[in-house]
């Protein structure tokens, strides 16, 4: 669906063809003849990641590393503490902080990336 041909022909719609009343009106019709009808009348449903699974896996390292590394401690915006506390308490099950830990992942990220010192 990230082809430029299909994404040049998308951008070229006037701005009425693709909103509306019932979403993707324009896939809907395209794809009629190929999709069953319980398909095409559901309404748009959400995508979630598994998150919370991925900072206790593959992602747990990444996290550590990242907001325990010494320039971000060195800021002073993070307390080492509290952000300890957040990740053992997500890690054991005791308690979901999967959206906070991604945010201060994020932020930690960016601020490494573009050198912020305070």
């Known amino acids: 669906m990230l082809d430029h041909d299909l994404v040049a022909f998308g951008l070229s ?4 063809a693709k909103l509306g009343r019932r979403g993707k ?3 809907r019709e395209a794809f009629a003849d190929m999709l ?3 398909i095409l ?3 748009k449903r959400g995508f979630a990641v598994p998150l919370g699974r991925w900072l206790k896996g593959e992602l747990l390292r990444p996290l550590k590393e990242t907001l325990f590394d010494p320039s971000i401690r ?3 915006i993070l307390r080492p503490e509290a ?3 957040l990740v053992n308490d997500h890690v054991s099950g005791r308690d ?3 959206h906070r ?3 201060l992942l994020v932020l930690a990220r960016w601020m490494v990336r573009h050198g912020c010192r305070l």
């Open 74 to 76: 060195s800021t002073g």
């Open 101 to 103: 830990l991604w945010a």
């Open 13 to 16: 719609l006037p701005t009425a």
């Open 41 to 43: 009348r559901r309404p």
């Open 83 to 85: 952000i300890a506390g």
């Open 36 to 38: 069953p009808r319980e």
């Open 96 to 98: 979901d902080h999967s």
């Open 25 to 27: 009106l324009i896939l």
